[in-house]
């Protein structure tokens, strides 16, 4: 194994990582443009869920299945994983051009399902390609590295939600022309960094025993449904504890990303869309630069925290890390000076550079790797259940129990995070990846 997966130079590492920026610009619009979007088409507050379940139920829907697909895929000149990325790209690139055109909710909810159908058939990929690609002294750096370009694709997205208001002044049809600006750039990052992680990296190509498995497998949709399922029943016990860590986490963090904009217009301005329109898109435009902030802080911590996992164990850096995101998720509602919000979103930056990267190191070592698609699909199903049960469940929540309030949304998004922090002790990895 050692042989056929040497280790590879630093920049190799980064160009075989490039086309994550292109898909986590395009989630960082998600994040912060697409729920403004439906609040300037007339969304009222307990409706935002469940416009949002695109995402996760995409993700729970294709993940796994490219997973399994690419799992069986072999070609001499595309290779195995590089197709994936290719299909997801162009298709999250049609969706980022056509999205400003929405005239409606129901225009912009079906974009989006077919934009999160794009990014789910390139994320998936990327995350076995690591894997594929580099050995296990290698992975940290690997996996962190997505972590860093997720930090850095996420901090593009939020700040043009800052800078483009003030350089594209006025509305083109329904919605303000900045938007436009925003997803068009999208458009173009989203296939140009996967064409260049594609043109910069070659995929190991398989053995002859392992090219007669390929070939072996069958790739139908039945087959690659079958091998989930099969893979969830033999899925390694460390898995089923990241999941449970996953539930409070993946929860919390939808419950941050649909009500950050409407907590910092009420703390800040004390505005809402429909009281005062024109404050409200200011408070989006901070709240594109707040959270671009916490995405550099992620893209600059996120390579440290490959290091710490190695020295201290991937299990506490991410304990702790999910410590600092709760603390600051619990201050940032009642913070009414709109420049002391990016202190308390710096935990919540630190926190994000882990979560993207340090628990695949958990598990890796205990997926098989002629199957890690489908696994790392399987823990893509652990990131999106918890997101559709909060899709289905938070908006009934949210009315009754936390008043419509979206401050109230993000101090319960912190109280999550603190349970998941308590459920990632309880994690017991491989002996051999203590340290890694």
């Not at 290698?138 to 483009?164: E, R, W």
């Not at 033999?234 to 907590?263: D, G, H, I, R, T």
Request: neutral net charge; charged residues 10%.
């Amino acid at each position: 194994m050692s042989l056929r997966k040497p280790s590879l130079s630093f920049s190799q590492i980064v160009n075989m990582n490039v086309g994550f920026f292109g898909i986590q610009y395009s989630f960082g619009l998600q994040q912060s443009a697409v729920n403004p979007i439906y609040d300037f088409l007339g969304a009222s507050p307990d409706e935002i869920p469940l416009l949002n379940l695109a995402g996760p139920v995409t993700g729970l829907l294709i993940q796994p299945f490219i997973g399994a697909m690419s799992d069986s895929t072999w070609h001499p000149h595309w290779g195995r994983r590089k197709p994936y990325f290719f299909i997801g790209a162009l298709l999250c690139s049609i969706c980022l051009l056509l999205y400003p055109f929405s005239s409606s909710l129901w225009m912009a909810a079906s974009l989006l399902w077919i934009l999160d159908a794009g990014n789910n058939t390139a994320m998936e990929p990327y995350r076995a390609f690591v894997a594929d690609k580099l050995n296990d002294d290698q992975q940290p750096t690997g996996f962190q590295m997505q972590s860093f370009f997720t930090g850095f694709g996420q901090t593009l997205a939020n700040l043009s939600l800052f800078i483009f208001p003030m350089i594209f002044i006025g509305k083109t049809g329904s919605l303000p022309t900045w938007v436009y600006a925003s997803f068009f750039l999208g458009a173009v990052c989203s296939i140009g960094s996967i064409w260049w992680s594609m043109h910069t990296t070659t995929e190991i190509e398989p053995t002859s025993e392992e090219l007669a498995e390929i070939r072996s497998r069958k790739t139908s949709v039945l087959e690659s449904i079958f091998e989930i399922f099969h893979a969830i029943g033999e899925m390694p016990k460390v898995m089923w504890q990241l999941a449970l860590v996953y539930l409070f986490q993946w929860y919390a963090l939808f419950c941050y990303w649909q009500n950050s904009s409407k907590s910092i217009a009420l703390s800040v301005w004390n505005a809402t869309p429909k009281s005062n329109p024109k404050l409200y898109e200011e408070a989006v435009s901070w709240t594109g630069l707040v959270n671009g902030w916490y995405n550099i802080v992620t893209f600059l911590s996120a390579l440290a925290l490959a290091g710490f996992a190695k020295k201290y164990g991937a299990k506490y850096v991410h304990m702790i890390c999910l410590i600092l995101a709760a603390a600051g998720f619990l201050a940032f509602p009642h913070i009414e000076n709109k420049n002391l919000l990016f202190f308390a979103i710096s935990g919540f930056g630190i926190g994000w550079a882990s979560m993207m990267g340090i628990p695949y190191l958990l598990v890796v070592s205990d997926i098989p790797k002629e199957r890690y698609g489908v696994y790392m699909g399987i823990i893509n199903m652990m990131i999106v259940i918890p997101m559709i049960l909060q899709n289905i469940t938070f908006g009934y929540i949210l009315k009754h129990f936390l008043d419509n309030d979206p401050r109230n949304a993000i101090t319960f998004a912190g109280a999550l995070l603190a349970i998941a922090a308590l459920a990632t002790a309880f994690i017991q990895p491989s002996p051999s990846k203590q340290s890694a």
